[in-house]
């Protein structure tokens, strides 16, 4: 039902602002029946098993595509809100044209849709990669903090996938914890040129 063209966090250099970019549609199947009811914005913070505590809404408006920035203003209207940091949920909801004669033979068991969307900073990831990276090359086995870290992303990703959230939301503040931080990039002393 839903067309996913963008949704990501970046960094806009020319406002030097964090922002969240939101790009979604009904698919060309869907759009004559149904409409994007809501948009819901919320981070890791402010999502308990299924509850939203919104920190951004855009509702009433029945559209059939959705193309915003959500720039880093929400910081300053709501506490606890840190797009470069947080982990970011979005949930889109759509509803069925009820009014509409030729959509009935179409409704499907639901009449309502809701996708959520999870969208974060990658680059918090790629830093704490290229620490690990860096160990790689100075030691002559594979450094056991790197692959600790590589099977904990992996486990993060599986979280989201599934719609595990709450234990998504666990690991990727473990993730950018502290206990994953890396300044071990001293020579193993095996005399191997690293390069």
Same mark, same amino acid.
């Given at each position: ?6 949704? *990501? ?59 915003a920035i959500i720039e880093e203003d929400i910081n300053h209207i709501y506490n ?14 759509t509803t069925f044209r009820e009014e509409e004669p030729k959509c009935i033979d179409? #409704? ?8 959520? #969307? ?32 590589? #099977? ?16 998504a939301i666990k690991m990727y503040r473990a993730l950018l914890g502290k206990e994953? *931080? ?14």
């Amino acid at each position: 039902m839903f067309t996913v063209n963008t949704a *990501r966090v970046e960094y806009d250099s020319t406002n030097l602002k964090w922002s969240i970019r939101l790009n979604v549609a009904i698919d060309d199947a869907h759009k004559d029946c149904y409409y994007i009811k809501a948009i819901y914005i919320t981070n890791q913070d402010n999502y308990y098993d299924d509850v939203w505590d919104e920190v951004y809404k855009d509702e009433g408006r029945e559209i059939t595509s959705y193309n915003a920035i959500i720039e880093e203003d929400i910081n300053h209207i709501y506490n606890h809100v840190c797009i470069e940091n947080d982990l970011i949920f979005i949930k889109i909801e759509t509803t069925f044209r009820e009014e509409e004669p030729k959509c009935i033979d179409t #409704l499907e068991c639901d009449a309502k849709g809701t996708l959520i #969307l999870n969208v974060f900073n990658v680059k918090n990831i790629y830093d704490r990669y290229i620490q690990h990276i860096k160990e790689v090359n100075v030691c002559c086995d594979i450094p056991k903090a790197f692959i600790d870290f590589y #099977l904990r992303y992996e486990a993060f990703k599986v979280a989201v996938i599934t719609g595990n959230y709450a234990s998504a939301i666990k690991m990727y503040r473990a993730l950018l914890g502290k206990e994953n *931080r890396s300044n071990n990039i001293n020579s193993c002393g095996c005399g191997r040129v690293h390069r």
